[in-house]
């Protein structure tokens, strides 16, 4: 029953699990290292106590995402080379040094200025530490930067020659390679998919504290500009995902046709299929809703545009279709539903009840979590859609994995699953703790050591009654 | 001069820079138990805490360099040491978590605190475990690695380990009691002086034990006129020992700590000579594993822009962190 977990679908389960558990971190962090930056930068600016409060409401849970992130991601370092031995080799030379750029240029910046902006406050002074804060949320963005150069390049390979033991080489220009045909779209979607990640579960946060006390005037702040986020993001996310589809659509046209569920081709428009259970024995969709010519419409801009199928893709080089069709569906769902959420804001600020429609305030609650289930469906769309291929067209996933017997890479699989889940399970315990946490005036920051007998380091609640008329505090009071 | 061999120093270095670093904060892991409950382990936590981060991130620089300088050698290194590696990924998660956790839980520290203190000697020992397994040789055919499940572990292997496990808590130690001041100063010293001669024992030992490997290493440090360039490494090796137990006994600053890096860092001489030029004893030299001329130096050109700058702001954020850690940790 279970012959098909061989060694090579052992390693790839892996491989998918280690990196999903790791994506979650960074969509967050890359968002929420910004948003720091947007506070303390208000902070400094305006000298309102708000935003220092704010913002060290929000670091606290940073530091635990982040550290989460870290060990997460050294993980992905070496399993490149513990797994997929043979793609490291064949790859090494053009990937390598983008991996190297990205070491390079953004982890040593995150983690060098990670301890002052989460200890130094009172070292460096104010600005000193802005700059920390503006290095960290940088390096997240640099680290996106590489990380989806190489991505792209294993989607649509650019610029490289091809070597006669069959290694791939780089080519005379390295512009071809960081900035392959798919990169910059790829780029767009998925750091807007991180920002509208954190926007969501700082409107969900916000929307908590509101529910039980809508005066809470820290809760209203988050939460305006999440809804903020969500009202201007979803749309040009929405643009740039549909950008993104036609560059696949142009550069592989099969993943489309998985995301589709077009295993027919259609000479004179296709249908978009807006729910249905794919069948890839019978090669056909069942119970299919469908909208005619619609998907020539999106994907070509003409009604009666014809577009091939699956039919004329050999069996061989056809990825998988059900896990792409849903995991497209569920993604495309979540965007709309954020969508919907950001109009319904705009809607209630003109109405002057952003803060008073705790309707708003559940479905912002329950959108909390959305947009990592988001990220994760597009990510499964964009890497199961690539299939068979790790290197789309050049090399096969199934020729890519290291000689390891399959016992190995169970044992190995299992063991990164249970403390996984224990210990990233923990964390984020941790972080709901702080977040059920009332955001107050004079919120501590990451703190701790021994400063009384019975210390509690950082996660002492502070006066519990919600002040309200913290607005007018000086700039520099309650610096920790 | 060869690019290749400019790209062995770089990661050769990288490596260094790693075992250093990140040595002495996965020494105070090791040495976690043995401090007091309380303001002793809060106070090592403080000292490490704002720059650990930057310390392991050596380890990505090591391991992504060795993968774009050097393809083969990372796609026959890591599946030959599959267990070790997943065994340290592993035992680093739960040293790194344990920063956060043990602050976040206070129920719950004891636990968090094994964590810490099992992570560090797990990484630690696998780490000296795949050096180990480096040296021995590892068989490669047709570009990938085809020795057996468990080539890792031997009797040298497991003595690197531990001789990584011991030099990383001499580290630790010596870094305490720059730190660190009064009562667990004087704890630190204790700790350093055993430390210190574990790590010289088992540092001899495993040179004795790699002139007996096998005869082209033996050949190295033995033979004339091999022996002029090799000699001098063990005598200064020698010399650094000697002044390190000195200093420990009486030092109050950082003195015993720089001299355990030199003696790292003479260690690893020792190495780099008993390798060259291998990158994978006995069949893959750094010529046979290197990438083209092409990643060479572009990546070239990045390290030299960026090395310059890591190296200002990681010793920057040295400096804001500098001296004694005291009783109000940092806030």
């Known amino acids: 029953m279970l012959d098909f977990l061989d060694a090579l679908m052992l390693a790839r389960i892996q491989f998918a699990f280690t990196v999903s558990f790791h994506f979650f971190f960074p969509a967050f962090s890359i968002g929420l290292a910004s948003y720091l930056m947007v506070l303390e930068g208000l902070w400094l600016k305006t000298g309102r106590q708000i935003y220092l409060d704010l913002f060290k409401y929000w670091l606290k849970i940073f530091a635990i995402a982040f550290a989460m992130g870290v060990v997460s991601g050294i993980v992905m370092s070496y399993q490149f080379g513990t797994n997929w031995s043979v793609f490291s080799d064949v790859a090494g030379p053009v990937i390598g040094p983008l991996m190297a750029y990205e070491v390079l240029t953004a982890f040593f910046l995150e983690a060098g200025f990670l301890g002052v902006m989460l200890f130094g406050m009172n070292k460096v002074g104010k600005k000193l530490h802005f700059a920390a804060t503006c290095m960290v949320a940088l390096g997240t963005f640099v680290s996106a930067f590489w990380i989806l150069s190489v991505n792209s390049w294993m989607q649509t390979p650019t610029g490289y020659e091809i070597a ?116 890839s024995e019978a090669k056909t969709v069942r119970y299919a809703i469908q909208i005619p010519k619609l998907s020539s419409l999106i994907l070509k801009h003409d009604l009666d545009a014809p577009m091939a199928g699956l039919d004329t893709i050999p069996d061989n080089e056809e990825p998988p279709v059900g896990v792409v069709f849903w995991s497209f569906r569920v993604m495309v769902g979540i965007g709309f539903a954020m969508l919907g959420i950001g109009m319904w804001s705009l809607f209630a600020r003109w109405r002057r009840k952003l803060y008073d429609w705790p309707w708003l305030h559940r479905a912002a609650l329950v959108m909390a979590p959305s947009g990592f289930v988001a990220v994760l469906a597009g990510w499964i769309t964009t890497e199961v859609g690539r299939q068979p291929y790790v290197i789309y067209g050049l090399l096969r996933t199934a020729d890519a994995a290291s000689p390891l017997d399959a016992p190995a890479v169970a044992a190995s699989l299992l063991a990164f699953i249970i403390v996984y889940f224990a210990v990233f399970g923990v964390g984020v315990w941790y ?24 210390r509690t380091a950082g996660i002492t609640p502070g006066p519990t009654q919600n002040p309200g008329h913290d607005e007018t505090l000086p700039a520099d009071k309650g610096d920790v | 001069m060869d690019l290749t061999v400019i790209w062995a120093f770089i990661i050769a270095f990288a490596v260094f820079a790693y075992v250093v670093m990140d040595g002495f904060d996965l020494g105070i892991g090791i040495l976690f138990p043995t401090l007091r409950v309380g303001q002793g382990r809060d106070r090592a936590m403080n000292s490490i805490a704002p720059v650990w981060d930057g310390n392991e991130t050596w380890l990505v620089l090591g391991g992504g360099g060795l993968f774009a300088a050097f393809p083969l050698a990372y796609a026959v290194v890591l599946p030959a040491t599959y267990p070790l590696i997943i065994a340290m990924l592993l035992g680093l998660v739960f040293r790194g978590v344990a920063f956060e956790y043990r602050w976040r839980d206070p129920a719950h520290r004891p636990f968090w605190d094994a964590a810490f203190f099992g992570g560090s000697l797990v990484a630690a020992m696998a780490q000296g475990m795949t050096l180990g397994a480096l040296l021995q040789g590892v068989e490669v055919v047709e570009r990938a690695y085809a020795g057996s499940w468990f080539d890792w572990l031997t009797p040298y292997t497991l003595l690197c380990g531990l001789g990584v496990v011991a030099g990383y808590a001499l580290l630790g130690s010596t870094w305490l009691i720059w730190k660190l001041d009064g009562g667990a100063q004087k704890h630190a010293r204790w700790l350093a002086l055993r430390a210190a001669i574990a790590t010289i024992v088992l540092m001899g030992a495993v040179s004795l034990y790699n002139i007996f490997l096998n005869a082209e290493y033996a050949e190295r440090w033995l033979t004339a006129p091999e022996i002029y360039f090799a000699a001098p490494v063990p005598i200064i090796t020698a010399i650094i020992a000697v002044s390190m137990l000195r200093a420990i006994g009486t030092d109050r600053n950082s003195k015993p700590f720089w001299l355990s890096i030199a003696l790292f860092l003479f260690g690893m001489l020792g190495l780099g000579v008993t390798m060259w030029p291998y990158v994978v004893p006995p069949g893959l030299t750094i010529w046979d594993a290197a990438a083209p001329e092409r990643s060479q130096i572009f990546m070239l050109v990045g390290v030299a822009i960026t090395m310059p700058l890591i190296i200002a702001y990681t010793a920057w954020a040295y400096w804001v962190f500098r001296g004694k850690v005291s009783d109000e940790g940092y806030h």
């Open chain 1, 431 to 454: 972080i709901l703790r702080l977040m059920g946490k009332v955001p107050h005036v004079g919120e501590v920051g990451v703190k701790r050591g021994d400063t009384g007998p019975i």
């Open chain 1, 164 to 279: 006669a033991n069959g290694q791939f080489l780089p080519g005379p220009s390295w512009w071809d390679i960081v900035f392959n045909p798919s990169f910059p779209y790829r780029l767009v979607h998925t750091v807007m998919a991180a920002y509208l990640t954190t926007a969501f579960v700082v409107g969900g946060v916000g929307a908590w504290h509101l529910l039980k006390d809508s005066t809470n005037l820290h809760a209203r702040k988050m939460f305006s500009m999440a809804m903020w986020m969500a009202a201007i993001v979803t749309p040009l996310q929405i643009f740039a995902g549909d950008m993104h589809g036609l560059n696949t659509l142009e550069h592989q046209p099969q993943k489309v046709m998985a995301m589709e569920g077009h295993f027919d081709s259609h000479p004179d428009g296709a249908p978009l299929i807006l729910f249905g259970i794919p069948d």
